[in-house]
């Protein structure tokens, strides 16, 4: 059974004092008790915090500290910054901008006072973590330090206000408990889902021309792709798209009133419209971006008091020339196809998230960040980007980018979600923190006596992407990092740290839990990694075994995916099992080498692996070989001769990967390599397959006493139309080729 451990440390010791140099004491509870009330004007903000405030300091103290809107006595006055100003005609340099906070300590009063926005709860949070030591590292891991005697310094003068105002971090931690008011994110509790300004999320434009009732009657609305119109994208220069589309985000807009801001941008894939009009606009504009541009200004125009947002995200995130975004419109920069085991400011070159941001910032200061945390086909995988994150988040700062959404895994399961979390939460509040003692504040607190291994765990990882030359994309595969990061030797490493973590903590169930959640992503590795390289059998016990402690771990803390797409983890399990069971293989080819003779200028440098005894299964990788000619002619030479009974080959069909199974298999025999005889064809009797990853061998039975040196095999590709616009080549990935 899931079993959740809320956590709640209290501090036995003299009152907490926390007090500038020669500063004199402020007591607020003495034994328990307080001569001071919470003053507020009744502003429901004002009351909110009110609230916090007041049953934070209970919980800390055992004092009551009375809400009020009459002064008498001591009093801790929450309020915005309006009402703030009007008591005290504070000077501006007081007063916090927006989503800002002022802490002011005048006389015997305190003056906690809120920004626009979430100014007033990030105030009192704010004086809660830095006057009185509190943290909320996660929803189930809370620092409250009990004092009954409570006290500050008496010449406290606190203004901070956050360069980034919109603060959304997509990862499960935040979406929980009270997560996202203590550490002043955007993100609203148990709702995981589109940002709450937003009236309209991304990827939207046929939503605003929907195909389903336009395209037959009118296919010009929407991308010209090879000489066809498709359903890809919109055509962003017709006249009648923009009248639509206006009608259309109209309607949006009066559903959904409270919302401020509306995404009307391209959709998830590369089929962007290559009609005379819209090339001769990108040649204008001097990108795609500027054809999207165009089109937007004009349906911002219609609606001046909302903010119109667009991505520049692949093919459109390089700026235009001669065109700026208007004043009300939003640009939504995606930091997509980047290697995140670097900062993005190590790379500047033409075409890098530094040059094409700091070509957007030159036209405008209304850029809306997103950035990816996570390897999305592959959740659990270990993703050390831990030394990037502060420089990246200073990054924006430094180019006054106001918004950010910062998009890891919102549900449970990934690569330490609860470290990431906390660390982006507080770079995004302020991004010059000291970002070495923040995570190891958080390891200790979280992970208790297995700390000082968890630590060591995340500074190798770290480590090894700072000093060798490594690739981190969010769509690698376990097999990718085989001989950098990941590789056997270093997994080694990262195991015995493990190890060491569990003895630490097997004392404590709520410590050893949590180490063993954060070991699933080197179980992961190995299982979908290092294990597809191993041709011992002995071994096999030992991968299964992991299996099960993967499967456990993940079932008690609510992982159900391993994958951003369909794959759930119950699937994933089941594979495993039937993989590691079957996943070796006798082959009388295995000393084998191959050469591709048609086309004879075709090569390809993994071919080894068709021959290694040890079969791919369903994850895209090197195991498999990507032929991506029409047709191609393969010829095996098994270095001598050899009598068998069949040959087979094993292909992947995944349409989202534009990986089809061919047409058929062909094999031929040779005793010298040159001449060869037809022995058999094995064909495609898959049809209609659908859209659904599936493995597929095809089996050429040879006829009696067959006996060659070479085999040449043969296999065309199966045409299928270019539907979804993207730059992807059609696959025909093959692995284990076996004679038997």
Not at 71 to 84: D, K, Q, Y
Not at 521 to 532: N, P, Q
């Amino acid at each position: 059974m899931k079993q959740q451990f809320t956590i709640i440390i209290f501090l036995l010791a003299n009152a907490l004092t926390l007090q500038s140099c020669n500063a004199q004491k402020l007591v607020l509870a003495s034994n328990g008790n307080t001569d001071y009330s919470i003053v507020t004007t009744g502003d429901p903000k004002e009351n909110a915090g009110a609230t916090i405030l007041s049953e934070n300091l209970k919980k800390i103290s055992g004092a009551d500290f009375n809400i009020t809107q009459n002064e008498n006595g001591n009093s801790i006055f929450v309020l915005s910054a309006a009402a703030a100003q009007k008591k005290l005609s504070l000077p501006a340099s007081a007063l916090p901008g927006e989503e800002g906070v002022s802490i002011q300590v005048t006389g015997k009063n305190i003056f906690i006072i809120g920004g626009t926005g979430n100014g007033i709860k990030n105030a009192v949070y704010e004086f809660l973590e830095k006057y009185l030591g509190c943290r909320y590292f996660t929803a189930d891991a809370v620092f409250l330090p009990q004092n009954k005697n409570i006290s500050i310094a008496d010449n406290i003068h606190y203004v901070y206000t956050p360069v980034i105002k919109y603060r959304y971090v997509f990862f499960g931690p935040a979406f929980k408990g009270d997560y996202a008011g203590w550490n002043k994110l955007q993100n609203v509790s148990g709702m995981v889902k589109t940002p709450p300004v937003f009236g309209l999320w991304v990827h939207s434009m046929l939503s605003l021309v929907p195909p389903q009732k336009y395209f037959a009657t009118h296919p010009e609305y929407y991308a010209l792709r090879n000489g066809k119109r498709t359903k890809t994208q919109l055509d962003l220069t017709n006249p009648d798209v923009l009248r639509i589309a206006k009608q259309s985000l109209d309607s949006i807009i009066r559903k959904n009133p409270q919302a401020t801001i509306f995404s009307v941008s391209q959709m998830d894939n590369n089929g962007y419209c290559e009609c005379d009009n819209c090339k001769r606009k990108a040649a204008e504009t001097g990108s795609q971006s500027g054809v999207i541009i165009n089109f937007v200004n004009q349906l911002a125009a219609a609606f001046p008091d909302k903010i119109i947002s667009t991505l520049a995200y692949n093919y459109s995130r390089s700026a235009p020339t001669n065109i700026q975004p208007a004043k009300n419109v939003n640009i939504m920069f995606c930091a997509s196809g980047a290697n995140h085991s670097m900062p993005y400011n190590a790379e500047k070159t033409s075409g890098s998230v530094y040059s094409d941001l700091n070509a957007w910032s030159k036209l405008t200061n209304n850029i809306f960040f997103w950035d990816y945390l996570v390897d999305f086909r592959h959740l659990f995988l270990p993703f050390p980007n831990y030394h990037a994150l502060q420089p990246n988040i200073q990054l924006l700062a430094s180019n006054k980018v106001y918004y950010t959404f910062q998009q890891g895994w919102a549900y449970n399961g990934s690569d330490m979600p609860e470290l990431k979390t906390y660390l982006l939460s507080q770079l995004l509040w302020n991004p010059d923190i000291d970002i070495k003692s923040t995570q190891n504040e958080f390891i200790n607190f979280y992970y208790g006596d297995a700390a000082p291994y968890i630590s060591k765990y995340v500074n190798a990882l770290t480590a090894y992407v700072q000093t060798h030359t490594v690739q981190l994309k969010t769509g690698d595969a376990p097999l990718d990092h085989v001989n950098d990061y990941l590789s056997p030797e270093q997994l080694k490493i990262y195991q015995q740290y493990f190890a060491d973590a569990k003895n630490a903590a097997a004392g404590n169930e709520v410590y050893l839990l949590r180490v063993q959640k954060a070991e699933q992503s080197i179980r992961y590795a190995i299982l979908d990694g290092i294990s597809k390289t191993d041709t011992s059998a002995a071994n096999i016990s030992l991968y299964k075994n992991m299996l099960g402690e993967f499967k456990n771990v993940a079932g008690t803390t609510g992982a159900d995916r391993v994958s951003e797409g369909d794959f759930p983890l119950k699937d994933f399990v089941t594979d495993q099992v039937n993989y590691q069971d079957n996943k070796l293989v006798r082959n009388l080819a295995s000393r084998a080498t191959a050469v591709i003779t048609n086309p004879a200028s075709y090569k390809l440098s993994n071919l080894n692996t068709l021959f290694d005894k040890v079969k791919a299964n369903k994850t895209i990788d090197e195991k498999w070989v990507a032929f991506q000619e029409k047709t191609v002619e393969l010829v095996i030479d098994l270095k001598k001769e050899i009598k068998f009974d069949s040959v087979t080959a094993t292909f992947m069909h995944n349409p989202a990967f534009k990986v089809q199974l061919p047409a058929y298999l062909k094999c031929a025999i040779s005793d010298d390599g040159k001449n060869f005889k037809d022995i058999g064809v094995a064909k495609n009797t898959w049809a209609g397959l659908g859209v659904n990853e599936e493995l597929k061998t095809f089996t050429i039975h040879a006829p009696a006493q067959t006996g060659a040196r070479y085999l040449q095999l043969t296999f065309t590709m199966v045409n299928s139309p270019n539907i979804t616009g993207d730059d992807l080549p059609q696959s025909m990935l093959c692995d284990e080729i076996t004679v038997l």
